[in-house]
């Protein structure tokens, strides 16, 4: 059973950062993509950023190019995402997910994920 288990959330001011974690479990699972998504009370749930496993090239949502990094850790079962200059629309519950046929072009599109963690809540205030 792939579990995925996120971590960081938190409060911020406008201009402030976080940084989320996801760990993936168990440590042998290697997912085509891994990524994190948002959900804000009443919106859709959107792909933020997504990273290829094998390689590391990152792909990013226009909303948070140039404020959010994601990276993996050598072992490639922890994710995380560096948010930098968040803002008050950042503000939502961020979830990790990861699924083992994941195709490039719908790396940011919720459907193609299969495993997901419980999400970790983001709130910034202006």
């Known amino acids: 059973q792939v579990q995925l288990a996120e971590s960081g959330g938190g409060s911020v001011q406008a201009g402030g950062s976080l940084r989320l974690s996801c760990a993936v479990s168990?440590?042998?699972?290697?997912?085509?993509?891994t990524a994190w998504f948002r959900q804000a009370p009443g919106k859709e749930r959107e792909g933020v950023a997504a990273i290829y496993t094998s390689t590391g090239i990152p792909s990013y949502a226009d909303s948070v190019k140039g404020r959010f990094t994601i990276s993996q850790d050598s072992n490639k079962n922890t994710v995380s995402l560096q948010m930098n200059n968040l803002q008050p629309n950042d503000t939502a519950m961020y979830y990790c997910a990861t699924g083992p046929v994941v195709r490039s072009f719908e790396r940011l599109q919720k459907t193609a994920y299969t495993y997901w963690g419980q999400g970790t809540q983001v709130t910034v205030s202006s």
């Open positions: 168990p440590d042998t699972y290697r997912g085509t993509y």
